[in-house]
């Protein structure tokens, strides 16, 4: 009886692995077909950024602007004046600016001389230039077409107005900073 009872057990054992085996046979075929619908793809497209030129050059467009040597103040007295004459361009040679640009000039000076700044739009370029008399003066509106070359030419006027002739700026140095701004313009906008 005992003897019966063990091969019922070992019975029952080996149709239990036998399932199990076949639970696992199962279970990886299905996997096997599964993975038969499973794509895979390749995107072959490529992406290229756009060239961005854009200089601030002397009044023929020619050459890069030296403010160091062009506006040098030393020697300016109250009543007179020096003028800067520069260009804004979007572009370089034979190489032409693929994007549209949006731009802004501002004028800072560390503020020891009552300088007053007038800029004047001589072609093309920003909304509507002016006088100011503060440290800091910003105007913008100005605007380069992709693709197009295009030169906006400007001139800058700091003046020393006569009637600020005060003896305390006989020893005052003052610096000035010319900075041209340029955003890539948002497409569509």
């Known amino acids: ?10 019975m ?4 239990a692995a036998v399932l199990f085996c076949l639970c696992l046979i199962s279970l990886w075929a299905l996997s096997g077909t599964l993975a038969k619908y499973v794509s895979s793809d390749t995107a072959g497209e490529k992406a290229r950024a756009a060239s961005v030129v854009f200089h601030v050059k002397d009044q023929d467009g020619v050459k890069s602007l030296d403010l160091t040597s062009e506006l ?3 020697g300016l007295q109250p009543g007179q004046k020096k003028t800067l004459p ?8 034979s190489a032409i600016s693929e ?11 560390t503020g020891n001389l009552p300088l007053t700044y007038s800029l004047q739009a001589d072609s093309g370029g920003l909304d509507s230039p002016a006088a100011s008399p503060s440290e800091k003066a910003t105007w913008s509106g100005g605007k380069l077409p992709a693709a197009a070359k295009e030169t906006h030419s ?5 003046q020393w107005p006569s ?3 005060s003896a305390e700026y006989s020893a005052e ?5 010319l900075n041209v701004e340029a955003v890539q313009k948002t497409p569509g906008a």
């Open 173 to 177: 140095i003052d610096s000035v900073y």
């Open 86 to 93: 520069f260009s804004v361009v979007n572009y370089e040679g």
């Open 99 to 109: 994007t549209a640009m949006e731009y802004t000039i501002s004028i800072e000076t």
């Open 163 to 165: 009637d600020k002739n």
């Open 72 to 74: 040098a103040l030393a």
């Open 1 to 10: 009886m005992e003897q019966r009872q063990n091969k019922q057990k070992n």
């Open 154 to 158: 400007y001139t800058l006027t700091v």
């Open 12 to 15: 029952a054992w080996k149709t």
